[in-house]
């Protein structure tokens, strides 16, 4: 079965440096998220990117953030200049277009953010 | 502020009952209702979706969607002990692109 990838599983970093967290949607999907999940806190909407632009993005999604899909394959996020609060799960998802199924996520397995 | 809200839990009920889940959202343009189920540690896997009023089956699990109540329940019938997780209703509006706004999730557990 089609799965969302994520890379790395677990990423570490001092606070003020950039990550950037990898992710490979399901090949047939074109709408792309990203989410966070603090630990022991909700699952919040970070952006949605169709069409190589950014469609929605939340309140938390700010200078620091950003998204980029390279090639044909890949979707990232890059934090710019981590801080302590940024340590997270980070969630990638993907959605078909068409009709109805349009709106269903399917979620990678996540990218635990530890910054230091 | 869009907001999603679920009783946190957590829910307790014995192996062969059924467990209800409710969720009630603010948006009245909400256009799509999910619940997704996460265990600990792990991501959110869907288990529902539903568009329109009314109820939805699928297996043990059925939702129910009342859009003028902006009220969305699940129904798990013949709990089991691996159902024990937390339960996230997650509603999408569609503005252009679509935002996803989560509730924090009603743990449940199910008693062997």
């Known amino acids: 079965e089609p799965e969302v990838t994520q890379t790395p599983s677990h990423q570490v970093t001092q606070m003020g440096q950039e990550v950037i967290l990898r992710c490979v949607p399901i090949?047939?999907?074109?709408?792309f998220y990203w989410y966070r999940q603090i630990l022991g806190q909700k699952v919040e909407f970070l952006v949605s990117?169709?069409?190589?632009?950014?469609?929605?993005k939340s309140e938390i999604f700010d200078d620091q953030f950003s998204v980029e899909r390279p090639d044909g394959s890949n979707f990232t996020l890059k934090i710019r200049s981590t801080k302590l609060e940024d340590s997270a799960m980070y969630f990638c998802?993907?959605?078909?277009?068409?009709?109805?199924?349009?709106?269903?996520?399917?979620f990678g397995a996540g990218t635990r953010l530890s910054v230091l | 502020q869009k907001e999603v809200e679920q009783n946190s839990g957590p829910l307790s009920v014995p192996e062969g009952a059924i467990a209800s889940l409710n969720c009630t959202y603010s948006d009245r343009g909400s256009q799509s209702f999910f619940w997704y189920r996460q265990y600990s540690g792990k991501s959110p896997e869907l288990i529902m979706s539903i568009y329109s009023n009314g109820d939805k089956e699928d297996g043990r699990f059925t939702a129910q969607l009342n859009k003028a109540s902006q009220y969305v329940s699940l129904l798990i019938r013949d709990s089991q002990p691996s159902d024990s997780a937390t339960y996230l209703c997650a509603v999408t509006v569609e503005t252009g692109g679509f935002k996803t706004i989560f509730g924090a999730g009603t743990r449940l557990f199910v008693k062997a």
């Open positions: 990117f169709y069409n190589n632009e950014i469609s929605e």
């Open positions: 090949s047939n999907h074109l709408y």
């Open positions: 998802a993907s959605s078909q277009v068409s009709g109805l199924a349009k709106n269903i996520q399917y």
